[in-house]
């Protein structure tokens, strides 16, 4: 059987160019400003999950290369994904 989730009411403040795109993407989808914001935080959970999943495989392969191309090329995009381009 399914686990149901309970909700929790939380107040979130959002910047006003934010608050308009959310709007327009509910209006267009035909729902509530609330559910956009869900699906929104949702997704940028899962995204920040699967950028974190990527990190450590690319870890692990370079613990496990010897081929010193590989290696740099390995190391110059952990250092893009952990200080930005």
Not at 12 to 41: D, F, H, M
């Given at each position: ?14 910047p006003?160019?934010i ?5 327009s993407?509910a209006?267009?989808q035909r ?6 914001i ?5 997704t940028g ?8 999943r990527?990190?450590?495989e690319?870890?692990?392969?370079l613990?496990?290369?010897s081929?010193?191309a590989?290696?740099r090329?390995l190391?110059?995009?952990?250092a ?6």
């Amino acid at each position: 059987m399914p686990k149901t989730s309970t909700s929790l009411r939380q107040t979130v403040t959002l910047p006003q160019p934010i608050a308009s795109r959310v709007r327009s993407i509910a209006k267009k989808q035909r729902t509530s400003a609330n559910r956009v914001i869900v699906e929104l935080i949702e997704t940028g959970l899962d995204a920040r999950e699967h950028e974190k999943r990527h990190f450590f495989e690319m870890a692990d392969r370079l613990t496990k290369t010897s081929d010193a191309a590989e290696q740099r090329k390995l190391k110059e995009e952990l250092a893009r994904m952990t200080f930005g381009d």
